[in-house]
Structures are given as C-alpha cells and as structure tokens.
C-alpha cells in the first residue's frame, strides 16, 4: 500500500525541525509558555524526538521533530521518518528546519515510513500525514509507489505470489501505464529457445514462463531484468529448513524492476523501456534438474549443474541473452543472488558489477543523493578460470567458496554484453525495522538507478 502526499491546507500543523544546536536560538524567538513546555516535556532536538505543542484551547499549534546530531545524521538516513511515526493524527507541513535538498529526501521518507503491507491482516495507517507540494512532489510519490509495489511483492507469501502471480502483477503493471506484455509458459519456453528457464521451474506445479513487458517508442532502449524464483527449495540440492525460511524473498530481482519500471513509466522518461523476468520455482520433482546434469543455453554455451541450488544464473542466462538480442543501450539484471554478497556487505548495501565508467560515476552520484547506498564489485577477469568446469563451457556453482559474487557475475556477464551491463546482487529484505524501512520485503539501489537513468538520458 503505497501514500501520497496530503493537499495543502490552512489548517496545517507547521512543523519544526530542529537539531540541538539550532534549538537554543529557536526558543529565543518564543514565548516563555513554549519554552516551558519544551523543557518540561525534555525536548532537546534528539534525532527521532517528536513533540506536539498546544495552543490555548488544547488543539495543536505547531510540532516539533528532533534532527539530532551531524554524527548522528551520517549514521543513518530518512531521519524525519521516525518522528513523523510518533506524531499524532494530523497534516503537517514542513514550516523550518530543512533545505529544499533535505526536505525533498525526507518527505520522501515520510512516504516510505507510511508503507504498510495489510494484504492478510488489518494495520492502522501512519496517523501523521505530510503536505507537500513543492515541485517534485509527483516525482517522489511515483518512487514511493514504485518501492511500496516491490515491497508487497516481496511480502507475499509463494502461495500467493507464484509465477502466475507474478505474470498478473506485471500485467496490472502493463496496464496501468499502457504498456505491451508478452509471456512464453511451459513448455513453449523449450520451443521459442529458452532451455535453462524451462529446466529450472519444470519440476514445479506452476508452470515456468519468461515474461517481457515493454512501454515507450523514443529515447534510449533500457532493458531491465529481474530474477524471478517464486520460492526456491534449493531443488534436489535441498536447502535446510534454516535457509529456506526466507526464500519467498528470492523473486526479490524481479519485484525491484517491476518497482523500478513503475517510477519510470509513472514518471514517463523518454525512454524505450524494456522488462524481462524469468518466472520460476525451483522444486523437487522427479523432472528436477540433477547434479552433473549439463544443460545447453539459449547462447550456445553448456552449463554444468552442480548445485541446483545455484538456479537463478540459470534463468537470468536465457533472458540476458534474450535482452542482448535487442541491441538496448544499457542492461541491468537485479537478483538476490549470492549468501556471498550478504557476507561482504550485509544486508544494507546493495553490491554491483559495471565496467562503464560513465554509468557507475552517475550511478554512485545518484546513491549518495537518493539514501540508497550501493557498493562497486570487480568483474574480475582472472577469476573466469574458476567457472570453466573443463567438461561444459560454464560451471554453475565452482567449488571452493571463494568469490561467490564474482564468479556469479562473470557467469552472468558470459550472457550480456561486456560494456553496457550492470548487475546488481540485492538482498531484498529489511531484517530490522528502521527508519522508512520496516521489517520485511524492501527495494534496493532501484531509487539510484531511477535518478541515474534520468542522469543517462540527459547525458551528453
């Protein structure tokens, strides 16, 4: 469930942010009954403080929200949003405080902070609401709703959210923006060339598909892909019961590029803007794939499974290869790939692998400007040795444990082409509640990759 931002209206609260150095200087421009209370209350500009103050009747006069530190501030981000979730039913409206930069971030944050996921059970709204309307408003409620889409998709469990679900919500998608969408399920996978697809989702009840959404006809031809494992057992190579807990999450690439496709589309970029998602569960069947097995992709080049838990390199090879085939400007792949990328960075960054120097510079501009942090990886080519089994071209998970991310990219990157390609292994799941981020399914880097598109498209 995504917010929007409240109408402006006279009787909004005006709300004050304030940090504890500047706090002392604002209550010298006020009254000795603030101040008081101020001080009775023990307001003093913490970060994620939030204070009501009444006027002479007993309704609400003004707000106050702490800012704390600059410490405190370089530690986190979407600082208002705590406080915002303190404050009690009303419309406020930012009165000081923030520069225009920082009041643009944080109402954004507010939006985020407002997400709640009410598909199974009843969940009270944020009581606070935020009036904004200065001029990007539009453009900050098309990446909350984008972010609130990825979140729910994450969210719901595989018994709702398979890949015929998954389809449906892309088609909503489609829909909604008058995009075109295509999918190829079962066994036409095989007939229109996508082998690796069709043998990872075969052994499950829902049938696999590769879905291709596409919208816009100017403009550079962006081709997102996203990893699409509805639930991923680990097939014959099953997980533990520890592991699998979370793997509802592990169509986390497909709900960010769907998340992401609807800020472009909402926000309408000119660009030709295409979305490509393998739909798959990986299950136990006596069709699953094997160990040993060696499958032939849709490029030509032999894979050999040795761990059918490795799966989702599998589907993402056919579509790359796919997407290629479209000579775009630019592919980006997003996947919760790798326990490898977790154990490098946590949970919090997003790591990435991109070789266009042009990209990534605007891509790291865009991060730190978004508070949505990434973090470059090396397509380290020396490791190419360690996914070349010797009896097929690839190896689907070398052996040894080293490098799990790399050598997952370098695979991917075998499929795509060498320059114009980003890959983006994700987490997907927020594991403690934060600021404008609760538990649960959560987008990464697809607010950096917006702001970075709309930096490539005005690109000289």
Not at 237 to 264: E, R, T, Y
Not at 283 to 309: F, Y
Not at 340 to 365: H, I, K, M, N, W
């Amino acid at each position: 469930m995504s917010a929007r931002f409240a109408a402006p209206a006279p009787s909004d609260i005006p709300l004050h942010i304030l940090t504890p150095e500047a706090l002392p200087d604002w209550l010298g421009t006020q009254g000795p009954t603030v101040q008081a209370w101020c001080a009775a209350n023990g307001f003093s500009g913490g970060l994620g403080q939030a204070l009501v103050v009444p006027d002479g009747a007993g309704s609400i006069a003004m707000a106050l929200a702490g800012y704390g530190t600059a410490d405190q501030r370089a530690r986190g981000r979407f600082h208002l949003a705590s406080a915002a979730a303190k404050l009690p039913e009303g419309v406020y409206r930012i009165a000081s405080g923030l520069s225009a930069t920082q009041a643009s971030a944080e109402a954004l944050g507010w939006l985020l902070q407002s997400y709640r996921f009410d598909k199974y059970a009843a969940v009270a709204p944020m009581a606070a609401r935020l009036a904004y309307d200065r001029g990007d408003a539009p453009r900050l409620e098309a990446i909350a709703a984008g972010e609130s889409l990825t979140r729910d998709l994450i969210n719901t469990p595989a018994s709702d959210m398979g890949p015929p679900q998954l389809e449906d919500a892309a088609g909503r998608l489609a829909k909604t923006h008058g995009a075109k969408m295509h999918s190829t399920i079962g066994d036409a996978l095989l007939r229109d060339n996508f082998p690796m697809i069709h043998a990872v989702g075969r052994a499950a009840g829902p049938s696999p598909r590769l879905i291709d959404l596409t919208w816009g006809d100017t403009g550079p031809k962006i081709t997102l892909v996203g990893k699409g494992v509805c639930f991923d057992t680990g097939g014959l190579n099953l997980k533990p019961g520890a592991s699998m807990g979370l793997m509802k999450k592990d169509m986390g690439g497909a709900a960010a590029v769907l998340g992401l496709a609807h800020m472009i589309m909402q926000a309408n970029l000119p660009m030709q803007l295409r979305v490509l998602i393998p739909a798959v569960e990986n299950a136990v069947s006596g069709t699953a794939m094997r160990p040993q097995d060696i499958l032939t992709s849709r490029k030509g080049l032999t894979v050999e499974i040795n761990n059918t838990d490795a799966e989702g390199r599998l589907v993402l090879a056919d579509a790359l290869t796919f997407a290629e085939e479209g000579a775009p400007d630019l592919i980006v792949s997003m996947a919760t790939l790798t326990g490898a990328a977790r154990v490098a960075v946590g949970p919090d960054l997003a790591p990435y692998f991109c070789d266009d120097t042009g990209f990534v510079q605007r891509l790291e501009d865009a991060a730190a400007q978004t508070g949505d942090p990434v973090w470059r990886m090396p397509f380290h080519t020396p490791y190419e040795a360690l996914i070349e089994p010797g009896i097929a071209d690839l190896d689907n998970a070398p052996k040894g444990g080293f490098a799990g991310a790399i050598t997952a990219a370098l695979f991917l990157r075998r499929f795509a082409p060498q320059s114009r390609y980003a890959h983006f292994d994700i987490y997907g799941w927020q594991p403690t509640d934060a600021p404008a981020r609760p538990k649960g399914g959560v987008g990464q880097a697809t607010r950096a990759l917006f702001a970075a598109l709309e930096r490539e498209i005005t690109h000289d």
